[in-house]
Structures are given as C-alpha cells and as structure tokens.
C-alpha cells in the first residue's frame, strides 16, 4: 500500500506517524512515497497542496475544529460524532496521545503515554503549585479564567504569552503535574472536539478546568473535572475551587476518578477505529 501525507501539523513525520502504524496493525505493508506516487492520500486543513495530486482515495484528518468536505475526500478521520452516512471515523485528538503501539513518541506529538497510565498513574498525588497554564493562545474566555484564579492564587504559567514555551509533551506533563489545578479550555466549542488537553491534564493529576461542549462527559469521567458549564457564576465556581484547594481528601476525590466512564473506552473506540478504516481500504 502506497500511502502519502500532505497538509498536516507541522513537525510531522510522514514515515513514522499514528496513521502509518495503524494501517500497519491491521495488515497492510505500507510504503511511505511521494504525494503525486501514491494510492492514498492523507491530508488535513494546514494547507490545501493535497489538491495537485488525484490518488485512488484521499482520506482527510484533522487535529482543530474543522468538517470534512467530501467533495474533496473519500473519508475522514475527525474529532466528529456525526458519521457522516458512514464516510466519517470519529478519531478525536485525544486518542493520538496514548501509546497504541509501543512508540514513546513521534515527530509530534513527541511523547505518548504508556497506556497503563491511564489505569496507574506514576504522577505524584503531592503538588508544589495551585495551579497551571500552558498555552499559546491566550483568548479573552481562558484570559479571564486566569485572572479570576490568579486572584486567589499564583498561577505557573507557560506560553507564547508569557516568552517561555516549551515543545515536548513530556516537558507539558512535567510541568502541570506539579500542580492541583490545569487552566485548559478548548480553543472552541464543537460537540466531539476534545484535543489532548484534557486527557494531558487527567494524565498528569492534576484537575482540569475545562471547557468545551457538554458532550465531553461522552468521552471522559465528568467527576474528575472542573467544568466551567457546571457552576451559575464565578464566585460559585471559586468557591469550590477553594473548598478543594483547602482539601486534600476532597482533591485526592477528584483526580483519583477514573479517566473514562468506563474501564475500556477508550480501547473500545480505537477497536472500533481499527474495525471501520479496515472496512474502507
């Protein structure tokens, strides 16, 4: 099988990649080639070179907020709950930060985690810091979130916005888990759009603050978040966050909820992900 990558994330690694070694692990020999060489092409929303080339199937993926156009492609791999009449894969981002096939990493994203940490976590239950922020993208919704937290208490903050961003999810984990609290809303709000943050900060125990559409509590256990859609006002919310931060039983309560609703989501929809892209090739 002769497959191509164009228009995706930058750094990425055509030859070793989370879609190479899923075609690998249900059967296929693949051959990383050229674009204008291939029999499939993979493509995303970065740029649109994927138009130059006519393969015999063009499968579109997507790390940000962003539909699949099916005049464009055959099928797709999206954060999406909608199937699409049956052209569509939900495949969200998150899905893409645990080690499915025993890498430790890629080009991007560098690390993944090992899936027995989703089950034992070696991340500390004792936190130096309140709370976290990693970002680049400091919009008024997240902004306004920090300045109401950084009124209580100091915040470490990472980012574009502050002259010190870091690359590597493993400098990410390092950080936020040093802290009770990770400030990670979603760049926007889709029904299905859930990046690595919220898994990132889960992974690291530390408590998210999250928001993003309602449906999150599909994918992830609502009990071990602070969900911003749950509290009528910010002295409601802050009233709890202090009530936690002044509470290490009640702390302990939160980031030792289980990630996922149930023991195996999350191996049940990577199944299913296998199962449905060995149905379209």
């Given at each position: 099988m002769k497959v191509a990558f164009t228009d995706l994330w930058e750094p990425f690694d055509p030859s070793t990649n989370f879609y190479v070694d899923l075609l690998q692990s249900i059967g296929h020999t693949v051959e990383v080639v050229n674009?204008?060489?291939?029999?499939?092409?993979?493509?995303?929303?970065?740029?649109?070179?994927?138009?130059?080339?006519?393969?015999?199937?063009?499968?579109?993926?997507?790390?940000?907020?962003?539909?699949?156009?099916?005049?464009?492609?055959?099928?797709?791999?999206?954060?999406?709950?909608?199937?699409?009449?049956?052209?569509?894969?939900?495949?969200?981002?998150?899905?893409?930060?645990?080690?499915?096939?025993?890498?430790?990493?890629?080009?991007?994203?560098?690390?993944?985690?090992?899936?027995?940490?989703?089950?034992?976590?070696?991340?500390?239950?004792?936190?130096?810091?309140?709370?976290?922020?990693?970002?680049?993208?400091?919009?008024?919704?997240?902004k306004a979130m920090f300045d109401l937290m950084s009124r209580y208490r100091p915040i470490i903050t990472v980012g574009k916005p502050w002259g010190n961003w870091i690359y590597g999810e493993d400098e990410k984990f390092n950080i936020i888990s040093k802290a009770k609290f990770?400030?990670?809303?979603?760049?926007?709000?889709?029904?299905?759009?859930?990046?690595?943050?919220?898994?990132?900060?889960?992974?690291?125990?530390?408590?998210?603050?999250?928001?993003?559409?309602?449906?999150?509590?599909?994918?992830?256990?609502?009990?071990?978040?602070?969900?911003?859609?749950?509290?009528?006002s910010p002295d409601a919310f802050m009233k709890r966050i202090e009530e936690i931060d002044l509470s290490n039983d009640l702390f302990l309560e939160y980031i030792n909820q289980p990630i996922f609703n149930t023991p195996t989501y999350h191996i049940d929809l990577f199944n299913d992900i296998k199962e449905k892209v060995k149905k379209i090739l």
């Open positions: 674009p204008e060489d291939c029999e499939i092409l993979f493509y995303s929303c970065y740029t649109q070179d994927h138009r130059k080339y006519k393969p015999k199937m063009k499968i579109y993926v997507t790390g940000e907020n962003t539909r699949p156009n099916f005049d464009e492609c055959d099928y797709s791999l999206t954060f999406d709950f909608d199937d699409y009449e049956g052209r569509n894969i939900r495949c969200p981002l998150w899905m893409l930060q645990l080690d499915w096939f025993d890498k430790g990493g890629y080009t991007n994203p560098k690390f993944v985690s090992p899936l027995s940490h989703v089950e034992t976590n070696p991340y500390p239950t004792e936190k130096e810091h309140f709370c976290s922020i990693v970002v680049n993208n400091f919009f008024p919704e997240r990770n400030i990670c809303f979603e760049n926007t709000k889709y029904p299905g759009y859930f990046t690595e943050k919220p898994i990132h900060a889960r992974l690291a125990r530390t408590i998210p603050i999250y928001s993003a559409d309602p449906k999150y509590a599909v994918d992830f256990n609502p009990k071990g978040f602070m969900y911003i859609g749950d509290f009528g």
